[in-house]
């Protein structure tokens, strides 16, 4: 499958865009937890690899990352149970630099192709320092999706849309991930600057916490990742039925904007 | 430049090297960050060149730290420890500035780049407390506010020096995440940055994160180099053979190494050797680290096979970082530079030994240089050498943790 193409065609057809983010190897049954959230109504899914020190997450990540490392869970054991899922949807993984680095650029991206994961989100690697990585992504056919802050001046925001591949990641507020009581302010202009700039996916992520706050967010893009919000819920033991009514919640919400 | 005397007003050297493009010293160093950071970092940039090459800026800087921080710090000859050691011993006394340790130097810099980029709140990590004191006391001293987060581990050891950052007006933080290390206390500083950046500087304790931190913390850090050098060569008539420094972060070392590259002096870095590195407890991150990038640079870290960053180890908070700035990572790539460890144990013996024979109580992270002299002293350094060691910072904050030790070690 192909990220950049599927959320186009979705958006195309007029629905909103909604990725869910899902900690990779938090507990036994999680890739049920990941098939359960694309029957829900996910448009792509982003898998978290969990990393010992996930600096742009807020506790709720933190703590599915830690408890998914306590249980053994490592990137190659994720790329590898990520192999043959037949969720319907494409998959991004979602982790850090430093793991990537220290399997090497061309075996993370190899592996990744070779497992069927479309696409790769690496929130430390920003543009300057990309190289050696998007090389050897583009080559083993992996896309990677860059992030564009509300920090970001206008022209690197253009170099940045130039470069994403499979969708622009607009960081919706100030900060690291976690739930928040009301959407950001940056939001919605976050998605007015990038949608100005851009005819690829632009979705909004970081601290959308609900459906409503989907529905506004994705008023000014092309749609939203949720994550803490969702995590938390497999933290507190909902599984794949709760992770399910929750992606449906905010599909809902999506689909009435 | 003749040598600097206390008393003396101080007479900053000239800039040393910037790094090549995107903070690269060698293969290493870089801006590994989000996104959001990436324009705060470029702006820190732009400034601090800026700043370190205008003349009322440097000279605003050399006033504080004489009438400040006390500087120039002397050097001293240590007799009864060079008898002892058959190798003569000079230090270069940064336990003597203002707040007790060279982190003086750099929180001053940093914080008069603070006012000049309009910022009025500074965060810091902090180990031993020591970083974290002297941000708290530049900031009270500009009138900032400053928050300080310091692993809760840490917290625990360092009791005295959490009470000083209080008294002086900052709020410290407990990071209870991961080790609750220092380690962890920079996870949670960034966090905080990346919420806080437009209003916020914040002010690095070590030559350790993105570009332009490496560097710019060597530079407000060279002052210790360019007087120990300037000082050893009135002393000695010539350069040391040995110049020696404890290595956490490595701020101390890359301020005193920056004074003597260009000198025929071996530079040695000393690392945490913890519980011994055989035993994988230890904060040897240049012998057994391997590269990787962690808080924003490329370079050589503790981690095991799938790339996840390890706990350091070490008796002294200072030194408990699995990671190091990345120009010692590019020193010791190139063979400019070594860098050994030594133990627990033998910082711990380091400690007692300049306590008794020079009547200077070391901080434990400077300790883990002198317990490296008293090991190869008449080993891998020659009988008769000339050997400069930075003296770091002074040993009250550990003064209370050791005696504990030395009292569990003599029960058993
Ligand atoms: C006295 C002293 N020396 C050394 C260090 C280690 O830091 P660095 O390696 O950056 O000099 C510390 C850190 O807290 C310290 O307090």
Known sequence: MNLEATLRGARDRGAKLLVPYVT???????????????????????????????????????????????????????????????????????????????????????????????????????LDELNGWADAADAADVETVLLAAPTTSDERLHAICERSRGFVYGVALLGITGERTELAVEATEMGRRLKAVTDKPVLLGLGISNPDQARVAAASSDGVIVGSALVRRLLEGGGPEGAAEFVHELRQGLDQG | MSAPRRGDGVTLGPPGPEPTDLGRFGEFGGRFVPETLVPALEELELEFRRAWTSPEFREEYAQLLAQYAGRPTPVTECHRLSEHLGVRVLLKREDLTHTGSHKINNVLGQALLTQRMGKRRVIAETGAGQHGVATATACALFGLDCIVFMGAVDVERQALNVFRMQLLGAEVIPVTSGSATLKDAINDALRDWVASVQSTHYCIGSVVGPHPFPWMVR??????????????????????????????????????????????????????????????????????????????????????????????????AGLDYPGVGPEHAALAASGRAEYPSATDVEALAGFQLLSKLEGIVPALEPAHAVGWLMREAGNRVPKDSTVMLTMSGRGDKDAMQVSEMLAEQAGR
Do not use: K
């Open chain 1, 24 to 126: 990779g190897g938090l507990g036994r049954g999680w890739l049920d937890v990941v098939r359960a959230v694309a029957a829900a109504g996910a448009d792509a899914i982003e898998v978290g690899i969990p990393f010992s020190d996930p600096v742009m997450d807020g506790r709720t990540i933190q703590e599915a990352s830690q408890r998914a490392l306590d249980i053994g869970a490592t990137p190659g054991s994720i790329i590898d149970e990520l192999d043959g899922l037949d969720a319907g949807v494409p998959i991004a993984v979602m982790t850090y630099y430093n793991p990537v680095h220290h399997m090497g650029h061309e075996r993370f991206a190899q592996r990744l192709s070779a497992s069927g994961i479309d696409a790769a989100i690496v929130p430390d690697l920003p």
């Open chain 2, 219 to 316: 530079e407000f850090q060279r002052i210790v180099g360019d007087e120990a050098r300037e000082q050893t060569r009135s002393i000695l008539g010539g350069d040391p053979d040995f110049v020696v420094a404890c290595v956490g972060g490595g701020s101390n070392a890359m301020g005193t190494f920056a004074g003597f590259t260009d000198t025929d002096a071996q530079l040695i870095g000393v690392e945490a050797g913890g519980l011994g590195i055989e035993t994988g407890h230890h904060g040897a991150s240049v012998s057994r680290g391997v590269p990787g990038a962690l808080h924003g640079a490329r370079s050589l870290y503790l981690q095991n096979e799938d790339g996840q960053i390890l706990e350091a180890h070490s008796i002294s």
